[in-house]
């Protein structure tokens, strides 16, 4: 009974409780109704042989009559125990209805309680429903407490997030006032100190601003403002990315012919992204290669390098922004580790999905999906 009870909805329960309330009045009511009724037929018989009795005696033995009949005495009792009953089981019902409001509101109010601590900002508080409670305010307390979760995790992310730019940004500034404090401190710098010091400044200001850049780019992408979309022939853009790369020479392997609707600007990015971080680990004379295939309808660009690769477990975290895979966390040649979290939300943007396995040159390859993708049709005829 209990378990059947727990799996009442809060409608079910409201609506038996309620039935069982009115069923409960009524049957008072006829009760009570009908024990008077019955109490009140014993007494009309009673009437009823006396009058036959009075009938039989001579006249002028009979006393005075009944100002009121057997029967309208009846009805009058029986009106009076009515309104009586009826109205002690009105009390009843209303104060039963209360009482059965008040439970069910109890959770509710509980659940207000932990709201308004949230509001207030502490995310800690969670919902607790009990096995007792209805099935829909169990589902409520579920739904939100995990919205709870994902707001606790995304503001731990955010704090993490601003506390590494801090730290990025940071660094570069502290060499470059570390470089100036000493260039001050001599009365007649040579020429060579001066550009040795203007060298380093201008290094770390690319860096800081490389990282602003990112930066940049990862707000633009977080407002969630949608791709301008156009048709790009996949192979020569490729192409032309790879030719255009500025750290070295990048092996064009097969390209899949055709057209895909993308944002060429943002997709350029994610690929120069990827060949500049494949470029990095693999080194000055390390080999990197470009390539892309299809599956089903979908864009498979692939970029392999022969550097050290990635461990396993670490090949989800290499998406995560600032993460480097380097324990040492060298940033030059780790970079800032924004690179491949901007890669995933292009992709994502666009519907896609990006992940790292190893390569066949030994190293790491990265592979994002980009749906959409429409092949070239080849021209099988005899004069082609």
């Excluded at 009974?1 to 009045?25: D, F, K, N, P, Q």
């Excluded at 940071?170 to 100036?180: H, K, V, Y």
């Excluded at 690769?309 to 780790?334: C, K, L, T, W, Y």
């Amino acid at each position: 009974m209990r378990s059947a009870w727990a799996r009442l909805g809060l409608r079910g329960r409201l609506a038996l409780s309620i039935g069982t309330i009115v069923v409960l009045a009524f049957a008072i009511v006829f009760v009570a109704v009908r024990a008077q009724m019955s109490n009140e037929s014993a007494v009309i018989k009673r009437e009823e042989a006396r009058e036959e009795a009075r009938a039989e005696a001579p006249v002028g033995e009979s006393g005075e009559g009944s100002s009121l009949s057997p029967i309208e005495d009846a009805q009058s009792d029986v009106e009076q125990t009515f309104l009586v009953v009826g109205a002690a089981a009105l009390v009843a019902a209303l104060l039963a209805g209360y009482l059965l409001a008040a439970r069910t509101a109890s959770p509710l109010r509980r659940f207000a309680a932990t709201a308004a601590k949230v509001d207030a900002g502490d995310l800690a508080p969670r919902l607790e429903a009990s096995a007792a409670d209805a099935a829909e305010l169990r589902t409520l307390a579920e739904a939100f407490n995990h919205m709870l979760d994902r707001l606790d995790r995304a503001f731990a992310r955010q704090r993490q997030f601003v506390s590494d730019a801090s730290h990025e940004l940071r660094s570069p500034l502290t060499a470059i006032r570390g470089q100036l404090e000493v260039l001050a401190r001599k009365e007649s710098p040579s020429a060579e100190e001066i550009r040795r010091v203007e060298a380093l400044t201008m290094t770390e200001m690319r860096r800081v601003e490389r990282l602003v850049d990112d930066l940049l780019a990862l707000a633009r992408l977080d407002e969630g403002v949608a791709p301008a979309l156009r048709e790009v022939e996949s192979a020569s853009f490729l192409r032309g990315l790879a030719d255009g790369a500025p750290d070295g020479p990048i092996v064009v392997g097969e390209l899949a012919a055709g057209s895909i609707r993308i944002d060429p600007d943002l997709v350029a990015q994610v690929v120069r992204n990827l060949l500049s971080n494949s470029r990095r680990h693999a080194g000055p004379g390390g080999g990197v290669a470009l390539s892309a295939g299809t599956d089903s309808d979908s864009l498979v660009v692939i970029v392999d390098d022969d550097g050290p690769g990635i461990p396993p477990e670490q090949r989800e975290r290499v998406f995560d922004r600032f993460h480097r895979s380097e324990s040492s966390r060298n940033r030059a040649s780790g970079g800032s580790g924004l690179g491949l979290g901007i890669a995933r939300s292009i992709v994502e943007q666009h519907g896609g999905r990006i992940w790292v396995e190893g390569s066949p040159l030994g190293g790491a390859r990265v592979s994002f999906r980009l749906p959409g993708f429409r092949p070239t049709m080849r021209d099988l005829s005899p004069n082609a």
